[in-house]
């Protein structure tokens, strides 16, 4: 009776093995074909009827408009014929931002000034100045990381209180103004930019890391949320690319495969949207997240603790050379 009762404990542990690997199987052959899908999408799918204009809108509203991901993706989508209102905290870059898109793409752009550190005080000027222009595809671009990777003792409060204004109070208020029209048009795109940090908790940039999942999470229900109204909702997750954003590290700062530039993640990026719901924005970046998700989590984390860990001794290095 005793071996009749453990024969079925083991087969019970075994049939739950078995599911759980069945579980992992799926769910990393899902991640294969996503990957294999924001690949191919760009390059073998016929071009939509539609251009972004006509699908989402004449006017295109982008944050952190003035440096990086930001300035590429708003004169990408100048180029394909879009209006854009650039959105950021520096008065001279905006103007010299928007004077050169004017000028290279023959399109409008509208300039605002608004720094996202004084939380409801931006949302209130960028709802003032643009008043009642209709935005078709808002980018949630801004965002502050660390200035180099510390613990989170060493790193001074009002930084930490920027990085969490910047990365979740911005995104969430700049969506939640911009889509109440959306819902009226039953038309429109919300772009979020997260980051690869979101794939598991970054000591050394912790609590950027933990704004980036609150991206991914807010994103996602937001999707589900206004689904029924015609809204896109795009989650992209970029790894790393040569941006100012990464100055802590000389090995960020030179543009490789791995490592594109903003105007080459920009012009992929953008020719997922309205197709892809999730991606890295970036070919080569899907397939490093492919292999990033595969290890559990904490060896993903151990990894990701060393990786930061180099990147503070080039932060030093550099100081210490300057």
Known sequence: MVGLEMNCVYATFATIGVISIIFLFFDTICIFLQIVRAILTPYFIPQEPQTLNEKYGTWALITGATDGIGKAYSKELASRGLNVVLVSRSDTKLRDTAKEIESEYKVKAKIITADFTTGTKAIETVKRELGELQIGILVNNVGKQYTYP????????????????????????????????????????????????????????????????????????????????????????????????????????????????????????????????????????????????????????????????????DYFRQHQNS
């Not at 940090?197 to 991206?215: D, F, G, H, R, W």
């Open 150 to 313: 510390m613990y989170l003792g060493e790193v001074p409060e009002e930084e930490l209180w920027d990085i969490i204004h910047i990365n979740i109070g911005a995104v969430t208020l700049m969506t939640r103004f911009i889509i109440k029209k959306m819902k009226e048009q039953k038309k429109g795109a919300i772009v979020n930019i997260s980051s690869g940090a979101e794939c598991q908790p970054m000591p050394l940039t912790n609590v950027y890391s933990a704004t980036k999942v609150y991206i991914q999470y807010f994103t996602e229900a937001l999707r589900e949320e206004y689904a029924k109204y015609g809204i896109t909702v795009q989650h992209l997750s970029p790894f790393f690319i040569n941006t100012k954003m990464n100055h802590f590290s000389d090995k960020l700062q030179e543009t490789s495969l791995l490592v594109p530039d903003a105007t080459t993640y920009a012009k992929y990026a953008i020719s997922t949207l309205g197709k892809i719901n999730h991606s890295t924005g970036y070919w080569v970046h899907e397939i490093q997240r492919f292999f990033v998700m595969l290890p559990p989590r904490w060896i993903r984390m151990k990894i990701g603790e060393h990786i930061n860990k180099s990147f503070r001794k």
